[in-house]
């Protein structure tokens, strides 16, 4: 999982249930992101953070809340979910050498109904 | 941000040599050029960054032009196990906070 825990692996939902996605990391690394992948499309950012209690938005924000209490904790709240939100999220931090080398956890497969 | 344009598929043979351009146009000058590869129901996993020149490591290589409008993944020797979708990505070195991914290169390894 390179050091990216992802928690459920699969969940499915009822329109306007709320739930929260878990991810976890095991290294202390300031940065950490949300990105949800569509079939057949590639990744969007959600949410991301540059520390604890530093978050920010990505390019698809609505819908969604995150909080960084702590730097090893990323969780994503689904505030009331709707069959749009259907989709995989892959939560995410860097690599040791390089900004850009994202280790990325193994995926929640989120169905809403 | 840079936007990027790559081949939606591609087939090859086992043991040939696969390369995938990718185009980027609007690169910045603060932007890296960086591939990920992605397995049916995993996420992306990183392959390989460049600047400028050429980047070679265990699993690829990297070709870029010195106008730095395009580059060009190069994968050795390819398995059936090298079947999944490539994405060309282009950023400054930030954790990827401006990646734009599109569908990617879906690459198709026959026996």
């Known amino acids: 999982n390179a050091g990216v825990t992802q928690t459920p692996k699969f969940q499915v939902l009822k329109t306007g249930q709320s739930m929260t996605l878990q991810c976890a990391q095991d290294m202390n690394h300031e940065y950490m992101s949300w990105y949800r992948q569509d079939p057949g499309m590639g990744l969007r950012l959600i949410h991301y953070?540059?520390?604890?209690?530093?978050?920010d938005q990505g390019e698809v924000p609505n819908g969604y809340n995150v909080s960084r209490s702590t730097t090893e904790d990323f969780p994503l709240r689904l505030l009331s979910a709707a069959p749009s939100q259907t989709s995989v999220y892959f939560c995410a931090k860097p690599g040791a050498y390089s900004g850009n080398t994202i280790y990325f956890g193994e995926g929640s497969w989120l169905t809403v109904v | 941000l840079a936007k990027t344009t790559q081949p939606i598929s591609m087939d090859s043979y086992e043991g040939q040599e696969v390369n995938i351009t990718c185009s980027h146009n609007n690169i910045a000058t603060n932007d890296y050029i960086t591939w990920y590869q992605q397995f049916p129901s995993q996420g992306p996993r990183f392959i390989i960054q460049?600047?400028?020149t050429k980047v070679t490591n265990e699993v690829a290589s990297l070709f870029i032009p010195a106008d730095r409008k395009s580059s060009t993944l190069s994968l050795p020797r390819v398995s059936l196990s090298d079947t999944a979708v490539y994405y060309c990505?282009?950023?400054?070195?930030?954790?990827?906070?401006?990646?734009?991914f599109g569908p990617g290169t879906r690459l198709s390894v026959l026996p």
């Open positions: 990505l282009v950023g400054e070195d930030n954790y990827g906070q401006n990646f734009v």
């Open positions: 460049g600047y400028k």
């Open positions: 953070s540059v520390g604890a209690g530093i978050t």
